[in-house]
């Protein structure tokens, strides 16, 4: 699975976004070990607060299917430079994914930054602070 292939089911995937009131989707392609491609786009809801994140989707649906050993996660919006994921899906993100699993921030004019967890949450707490 290259990183193109992954871009594309990403980009598949924001199709689906249910955004009514952002009008903003976002897709999401997440890479297991099995190389499983689990898709995720945002759903948002009336009650606003309730909206779920592209990214998130992606890593509960994948959490939910008995997957939780991830090797790439692809992000992608319609944003002036490459999306950057919440707060919210930043604490998801490490609580599932190694500090230096690549993640991927897209834009749909094909700009790409590569990053990790370990940049996006510096100083994180994680459940290595619970045991
Ligand atoms: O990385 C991101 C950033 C935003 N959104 C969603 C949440 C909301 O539905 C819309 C606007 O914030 O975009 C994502 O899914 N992922
Ligand atoms: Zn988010």
Redesign the pocket.
Known sequence: MTDNELIEQAKKARQSSY?P??N?A?G?ALLADNNQVFLG??V?NASYGL?N????TAIFKAVSEGQRQFKKLV?I?DTEGP????GA?RQVINEFCAPDMPVLMVNMKGEVKHTSIAELLPYSFGPEDLS
Request: some cysteine; glycine content about 4%.
């Open positions: 955004s009131y952002s903003f976002v999401a786009c945002n948002e909206t994140c592209a990214e998130r992000i919006g999306i950057s994921p919440c899906c």
